[in-house]
C-alpha cells in the first residue's frame, strides 16, 4: 500500500504562483510513476504532469512551460510547482501515484483557485 497526502493548495491570482507537495508513505520501493491529476466542476478528471521510473516527465499541453513536477527522493515528496496561473487551471489537483503491480494510489486531493 502507498498513502499519499498532498498540501499546499490556495488562492491565487491570475498570473501568480503556487507549489503542491505530495508526501509518499508505505511501500515506496513499489512505485513505477508519479502524476498529478486535476478536475475542474463538471469536468473529468485529467493528466497534468507525470514522473516516470527513468525520471522522463510529460505534461498536458495547456500547462507545459508553466509547470512542473518534481521529487525528492529523500523527503519522499513529489512537487508541482505552477507558475503564469490562469482561471482555468482552477480545480482540484490530486497526486497519483502507480506501482510496478499497476496498482493505483490517489491522494484526498487539494483545492487551487485562480481567480482576482
Known amino acids: 500500500q502507498v498513502q499519499l497526502v498532498e498540501s499546499g493548495g490556495g488562492l491565487v491570482q491570475p498570473g501568480g504562483s503556487l507549489g503542491l507537495s505530495c508526501a509518499v508513505s508505505?511501500?515506496?520501493?513499489?512505485?513505477?510513476?508519479m502524476a498529478w491529476y486535476r478536475q475542474a466542476p463538471g469536468k473529468q478528471r485529467e493528466l497534468v504532469a507525470l514522473?516516470?521510473?527513468?525520471?522522463?516527465?510529460n505534461y498536458a499541453g495547456s500547462v507545459k512551460g508553466r509547470f512542473t513536477i518534481s521529487e525528492d527522493n529523500a523527503k519522499s515528496t513529489v512537487y508541482l510547482q505552477m507558475n503564469s496561473l490562469k482561471p482555468e487551471d482552477t480545480a482540484i489537483y490530486y497526486c497519483?501515484?502507480?506501482?510496478?503491480?499497476?496498482?493505483?494510489?490517489w491522494g484526498q486531493g487539494t483545492q487551487v483557485t485562480v481567480s482576482s
Open positions: 514522473l516516470n521510473w527513468d525520471g522522463s516527465t
Open positions: 497519483n501515484a502507480a506501482s510496478h503491480s499497476r496498482a493505483i494510489y
Open positions: 508505505g511501500s515506496i520501493s513499489t512505485v513505477a510513476s
